[in-house]
């Protein structure tokens, strides 16, 4: 299993012992950064992990920030994510057997190394339990797709290029 992860400054700790952590478990990692003693907006390293994981590249990302959530905002803003914050052993597993959550998003000011290890061994071994909760799923898609289209439609993507060519000619 191959995974991305990524992280800003306030969840850089973390991710180095959990990148240990999976390594340990055989798990192959990518790290798309940051790296050690910079302060980042974690919207540019989240979106690096994110669109590699949409391209295929990994089968699944972990990422951190410093409550997990600003991370989780982010990755929740492409289609077909689903990014779950999760804080205990339980919400890692119902991430996984109700949400079928395929980013998990943690928070480095908010949880100890143990427990953010408990927290990646069973979000890795769980699996989606399907039924109800696909239905479930489904109607999120449906709705995710209705929204998506209203923002990158054909018409509206002519509306947006002519609009950036007129302002480009005045
Ligand atoms: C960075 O200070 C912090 O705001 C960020 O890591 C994260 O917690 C945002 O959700």
């Not at 973390?14 to 798309?32: P, Q, T």
Request: proline share 2%; net charge positive; charged share 30%.
């Amino acid at each position: 299993m191959r995974l991305g992860v990524a992280s800003d400054h306030a969840g850089y700790d973390l991710k180095k012992a959990i990148i240990d952590y999976l390594r340990s478990l055989g798990v192959e990692v990518i790290d798309f950064g940051c790296g050690p003693d910079e302060t980042v907006d974690y919207v540019d390293y989240g979106s690096k992990a994110i669109e590699s994981l949409l391209r295929g590249e990994c089968v699944r990302a972990i990422l951190f920030c410093g409550t997990g959530l600003g991370m989780a905002i982010l990755a929740n803003k492409y289609p077909g994510i689903r990014a779950t914050p999760c804080w205990d052993e339980f919400t890692a597993r119902v991430s996984r057997s109700h949400n079928n959550s395929n980013c998990l998003t943690l928070g480095g000011r908010v949880l100890d190394v143990d427990k953010a290890k408990q927290i990646v061994a069973i979000w890795l071994e769980t699996e989606f339990e399907g039924g109800r909760h696909e239905r479930r799923l489904n109607k999120i898609s449906v709705i995710e797709k209705n929204n998506f289209k209203k923002i990158i439609s054909p018409s509206n993507l002519i509306k947006e290029r002519s609009n950036a060519f007129l302002r480009r000619k005045s």
